[in-house]
Each structure stands twice: as structure tokens, then as C-alpha cells.
């Protein structure tokens, strides 16, 4: 991945996701690094500009959209935004609670992926 981004940012946010063992260690070390700007705000703005439209959907960095999930390609991005916005504001134990069968199914692809200490 490193070699398809060029942006300084984004590969802050990639090495954060490669070399950081969790979300709260991100979180502090984003705020570090941009005192005047919510590190939340951060990461989904990243996400945002990483979405990658592919054959079979939307992919955020190696976390492809589930095909298994019959949503309309212009529906996946808000899904996907959505459960990473869900995983940042909440307690890890807390995050497949209440959850629909969609939405544990977007958490599990992007908790299965690069993005996995976001979940922790």
C-alpha cells in the first residue's frame, strides 16, 4: 500500500495503522501531531479520501465492502464511513452491540483488515 500513496498524511495514517497496537495510542499520537484538529475528524477525513471504487465495490485501504451485502454502490461509502465513525466513538466492547447483521458484517471486514487497531 505504501507504494500507491504518495500523500504525507495518508502515510502517517498508514504507518500509524501498521506500527500502533491500538485506537487509543492512535488517537493520542494523531492529536500529537494536529493539537488543533479532532483526530476522529481525522481518520474518517483519511478514510474518506482512501476510498477506492473497485470491480465489486468500495475498498477503504484492504478492506473491501462485503459482497455479500446487496447495497448499491452509492450507499457503500456512507456504510462504510458509518461503521468506522461507529468504531472510533465507541468502547470496544461495546462496538457489535445492537448491531444489525449489515453492520457486524462491515465491522468485521474492516476489523479484519490494516484498519484492525482501530478496533482494539
Known amino acids: 500500500m505504501r507504494h500507491h500513496i504518495d500523500n504525507p498524511d495518508h502515510r502517517f495514517f498508514l504507518a500509524l495503522l501498521m506500527n500502533v497496537q491500538n485506537r487509543?495510542?492512535?488517537?493520542?499520537?494523531?492529536?500529537?501531531?494536529?493539537?488543533?484538529?479532532?483526530?476522529t475528524e481525522m481518520i474518517l477525513g483519511w478514510a474518506e479520501e482512501l476510498l477506492?471504487?473497485?470491480?465489486?465495490?468500495?475498498?477503504?485501504l484492504d478492506a473491501a465492502f462485503p459482497e455479500t451485502l446487496d447495497v448499491d454502490i452509492e450507499d457503500q461509502a456512507d456504510?462504510?464511513?458509518g461503521a468506522l465513525q461507529h468504531a472510533l466513538e465507541q468502547n470496544p466492547e461495546n462496538?457489535?452491540?445492537?448491531?444489525?447483521a449489515e453492520q457486524t458484517e462491515i465491522h468485521s471486514a474492516l476489523s479484519s483488515s490494516c484498519l484492525r487497531p482501530l478496533f482494539a
Not at 477506492?52 to 477503504?60: K, N, Q, S
Not at 462496538?95 to 444489525?100: D, F, K, L, N
Open 52 to 60: 477506492e471504487l473497485t470491480d465489486f465495490g468500495l475498498a477503504l
Open 24 to 39: 487509543a495510542d492512535i488517537l493520542s499520537l494523531i492529536s500529537e501531531r494536529f493539537p488543533d484538529q479532532s483526530p
Open 95 to 100: 462496538q457489535t452491540a445492537a448491531a444489525s
Open 79 to 81: 456504510l462504510l464511513m
